[in-house]
């Protein structure tokens, strides 16, 4: 039991050393900085089970943690209309590879967040990144104002 | 075996004393520096009594105190202590006082001249090296850039009180009346924007359907635990890439940043804007010039619950 005491003791004090000492937060960058780094980008498949989800267009906001390599190491969807839109955009963001970061530590690690919009046409879907499409017309909110004042 | 064990055990007992050694200097290092409060999980702050001042900078007198002052040009709270640095500026023969920006500034005298600040050096300076965080500060040295104090923020007439002090000034000399914080708070408790609404105006508005975009740009769970009708939620440090897609730039953009103004006071206080003026410096920026706040000082800045929601999607 002593001994036990002995190992665990110390290893114990450690762990709690480096809890006093390190520090948990993840810096964040923005998104226009995070997709300036960007030297490979794999574009989300439009799942056809979400076509039940998404009328016309739904936004799909996800926040990725990368290394120094430039290499994604977590990722995680805040807000999105369907489970099937989460599984397709992670599926891409594994992929994606950003410039490595020179100046920073081994360790070091960045965060961000990335908007993605789902745009439904008819019978089908694409999942876009921001620059790729104009004013959208997001589902579940009221027309433009021109429009409301028309009716 | 029996001798292994015995060697092992040694080790343990070793490590167990350097391991608990470490842990008792780092607690000593971390909690007895003055003005240091007590916390699990402290800040690596740099800036803070009896630290080095962490500058490039060859601005220290050898002679006597040196009085820094962080400022950044367009910051409410610099403005605001006008008074407090006219008085600081009669000091100059006990601290040498240097007005410090984060980047160069061309029309810097014309500034200072604003601010009632007369500075004997100008320099521009790494705010994140010294480990500023917020403007304004004032950072007391001495000749060996030895901080013997730092203030941050809209001071108060105690901290101002004991600035003054510090450089010299008799109790007579450095009595600042309680009154002068209400002087320098009334000049920035007004909303950043050129207009404001108040919950009630913006439910008329949405009433009489007025056409504006009403977007609430607090985190999403704060979002999810009640917000007013019809609002929709763009998180602050997604607007910049969101507001273009979702918000028309012509109509009138109302934001929801539970503005309320005791909080705003507090938060300006702090040194550090408040997401008020975070929301309207950015949200401008981004090109919606058509831009108000959204509050109600009866409530103090709560959102409306989301369980009183009627609406849902009339703000727009």
């Known amino acids: 039991m002593m001994q036990k005491l002995k190992v665990l003791v110390p290893i114990g004090l450690l762990l709690c050393a480096c809890c006093l000492y390190g520090d948990t937060g993840v810096p964040y960058t923005s998104e226009v900085a995070i997709r300036d780094m960007l030297i490979k980008k794999v574009n989300p498949v439009f799942p056809p089970e979400a076509l039940a989800s998404v009328r016309h267009a739904a936004v799909i906001e996800a926040r990725i943690v990368m290394n120094v390599s430039g290499d994604v190491v977590d990722a995680t969807i805040l807000e ?37 919009y789902c745009i439904v046409d008819g019978k089908s879907g694409r999942i876009v990144n921001p620059d790729e499409v104009g004013f959208v017309e997001i589902d579940g909110r009221e027309p433009a104002v021109s429009k409301r004042k028309s009716r | 075996m029996a001798r292994i064990l015995k060697y092992l055990t040694v080790i343990i007992n070793v490590m167990t004393i350097v391991v608990l050694a470490f842990v008792l200097w780092f607690i000593w290092q971390r909690y007895t520096k003055p003005g240091q409060e007590f916390s699990f999980f402290p800040k690596h702050e740099k800036l803070h009594a009896g630290a080095k001042l962490d500058t490039d900078l060859n601005l220290l007198a050898s002679d006597r105190l040196t009085f820094f002052v962080a400022l950044n040009k367009g910051c409410h709270y610099c403005e605001a202590s006008a008074a407090f640095y006219e ?17 160069a500034v061309p029309d810097a005298a014309e500034y200072l001249q604003h601010l009632n600040l007369k500075s004997d050096a100008t320099a521009v300076a790494d705010y994140t090296k010294m480990g500023v965080s917020g403007t304004p500060t004032v950072i007391l040295a001495d000749a060996r850039g ?69 977007v609430d740009i607090r985190d999403r769970d704060k979002f999810g635990n009640g917000h007013l009708p019809g609002a929709i939620n763009i998180p602050l440090d997604e607007f910049e890439v969101r507001g273009p897609h979702e918000v028309k730039k012509d109509s009138l953009l109302i934001v929801d940043c539970s503005y309320c103004s005791e909080c ?18 950015l949200i401008d920026e981004t090109g919606f010039r058509n831009l108000a706040l959204v509050y109600d000082e009866k409530e103090g800045g709560k959102p409306l619950s989301a369980q009183n929601e009627t609406g849902h999607g009339s703000g727009q």
Not at chain 1, 86 to 106: G, M
Not at chain 2, 89 to 99: I, L, P, R, W
Not at chain 2, 266 to 278: D, V, Y
């Open chain 2, 87 to 103: 008085r600081v500026s009669q000091y100059n023969k006990a601290a040498k006082v240097v007005a410090l920006f984060p980047n």
């Open chain 2, 146 to 214: 030895k901080i013997l104090g730092v203030w941050t923020g809209l001071l108060d007439h105690t901290a101002q009180t004991e600035v003054l002090k510090r450089l010299g000034a008799t109790d007579s000399e450095a009595y600042v009346p309680a009154f002068a914080d209400t002087v320098a708070l009334a000049s920035i408790t007004k909303p950043v924007t050129r207009e404001s609404f108040t919950y009630a105006q913006v439910k008329e508005m949405q009433a009489r359907h007025k056409p504006f975009t009403l």
């Open chain 2, 264 to 281: 705003e006071l507090k938060q300006r206080s702090s040194g550090l804007p408040s997401l008020c003026t975070i929301s309207a410096q």
């Open chain 1, 80 to 116: 999105s209309p369907d489970p099937s839109l989460n599984k397709a955009v992670l599926q891409a963001l594994w992929q994606w590879k950003f410039r490595p970061l020179t100046n920073e530590s081994k360790d070091f690690k960045l965060a961000g967040k990335l908007t993605f």
